[in-house]
């Protein structure tokens, strides 16, 4: 089993940055693809970028450019998405999630999940 715990959540003007970050615990040793999901009021869950075990990232197209996932260290144990340029439509509930099949794209499905952490982004 693995446990994911985000943080870094919080408000932003637009043109801003934010930090999130994701502590991974239990079996991490088992990951292959670790990545970020995010869920708006009203809107289905949708996601916004995947880092696989070789460095290899996908991001979705609305935030390419603007985000960068990243892992933190070679245990496994920490990830980032760095947030820039901020918009409103950006706002939204920011799931962590991992799996540990090797395919690591957007549309695939991801076996542990976080609790999210709120990201915020007035005009």
């Known amino acids: 089993q693995v446990q994911l715990v985000e943080s870094g959540g919080g408000s932003a003007q637009s043109g801003g940055s934010l930090r999130l970050s994701c502590a991974a615990s239990?079996?991490?040793?088992?990951?292959?693809?670790v990545a970020w999901f995010r869920q708006a009021p009203g809107k289905e869950r949708e996601g916004v970028a995947t880092s696989d075990f070789y460095g290899r990232t996908h991001y979705k197209d609305s935030v390419r450019g603007r985000f960068t996932i990243s892992r933190e260290n070679a245990q496994n144990t920490q990830y980032r998405l760095q947030m820039d340029m901020l918009e409103p439509e950006d706002t939204a509930m920011y799931f962590c999630?991992?799996?540990?099949?090797?395919?690591?794209?957007?549309?695939?499905?991801?076996?542990?999940w976080g609790q999210g952490t709120q990201v915020t982004v007035s005009s």
């Open positions: 239990g079996y991490t040793s088992s990951l292959r693809c």
């Open positions: 999630a991992a799996r540990a099949g090797l395919e690591c794209e957007l549309r695939q499905s991801f076996d542990y």
